[in-house]
Structures are given as structure tokens and as C-alpha cells.
């Protein structure tokens, strides 16, 4: 009867750890406690800052911006292709140099994707000439002499 009686106040107790451990966990002050990627980021001269998931070297002082939705606040993407990820805007203080990396995962692979930047005076997003290494794999471009720039991963 004494060991019924033990294992009956264990059981018991248990039951009472898990329900008040799971609210503990499940309050809502724990709510969000996700970090959230910011939206703008200061660029420090030689130094690579993450934005997401991309990364961004620049020459010289600066910011860089995320862009949601790089359709609606720039235009379309070259026909037959999409947006791949968020686009991401670099504006510097004074002339200088980018290295902008995005992941390269297979089904990016897959995908044919490539950076390209939105042309202000043609209105269009354009191909530029990028470079694939590393493991995990990145593509990267290097844009040089600029103040600004709006860089996207596009493919099919």
C-alpha cells in the first residue's frame, strides 16, 4: 500500500512539473523571442555585415536596406525569371566598392540563379558577372566605383 502511495504522489507530481514547465514555456512573455533579421544595417568600411542571410563588404562607410519586395518598389524581373530572395539596397557615403554574397543552396543551383542590379536609367534589372565558391556555397559580385546600388538573386 506504502509503495502504491509513492508512486501515486510521483506521478502526481510529475504531471505537475510538465503542465507548469509547458506554460512557462508557452507564456507570453516568451512570445517572439525569435530574433528577427533587421530591415537596415550601417556598413563599416572593410567589414562584412549580414543583412538576412546575405553578406556585404563595402570600401567605404555606409547602410544597406532590405527590400521586400524588390517587383513593387523597383520593377519586374527579366521575363521568364523571379525573385529569388529580398533585394538588397546599398548606399554608401562616398564613391567606392560592394561585395554583395547571397546563399547558393542546390535549389538555387537549380534555379539558374544570379545577381543582378536594377539599372535606374534603363528601368531594368541587369545581369552582372558574379562568382560562385566556398563551403556552403555563396555567389558573390563585386560592383566598384559606386554610391549607390540595388542588388537582387533573380532565376527561374
Not at 132 to 153: A, E, N
Amino acid at each position: 500500500m506504502k509503495r502504491k502511495y509513492s508512486i501515486s504522489i510521483a506521478v502526481a507530481l510529475t504531471a505537475i512539473l510538465v503542465v507548469v514547465s509547458t506554460a512557462v514555456w508557452a507564456g507570453p512573455n516568451r512570445q517572439g523571442t525569435v530574433p528577427v533579421p533587421p530591415d537596415e544595417v550601417e556598413l563599416i568600411a572593410n567589414t562584412t555585415v549580414s543583412l538576412g542571410t546575405v553578406e556585404i563588404t563595402s570600401s567605404v562607410a555606409g547602410k544597406a536596406i532590405r527590400v521586400k519586395d524588390p517587383e513593387k518598389d523597383f520593377g519586374p524581373a527579366p521575363e521568364g525569371l523571379n525573385f529569388l530572395t529580398d533585394a538588397v539596397t546599398v548606399v554608401l557615403s562616398k564613391e567606392g566598392e560592394v561585395k554583395v554574397c547571397y546563399p547558393y543552396p542546390q535549389d538555387t543551383e537549380e534555379k539558374d540563379g544570379n545577381i543582378y542590379k536594377w539599372d535606374k536609367d534603363a528601368e531594368e534589372w541587369t545581369l552582372l558577372k558574379s562568382t560562385i565558391s566556398g563551403d556552403p556555397k555563396q555567389i558573390c559580385i563585386v560592383d566598384k566605383g559606386i554610391t549607390d546600388g540595388t542588388y537582387s538573386l533573380i532565376g527561374k
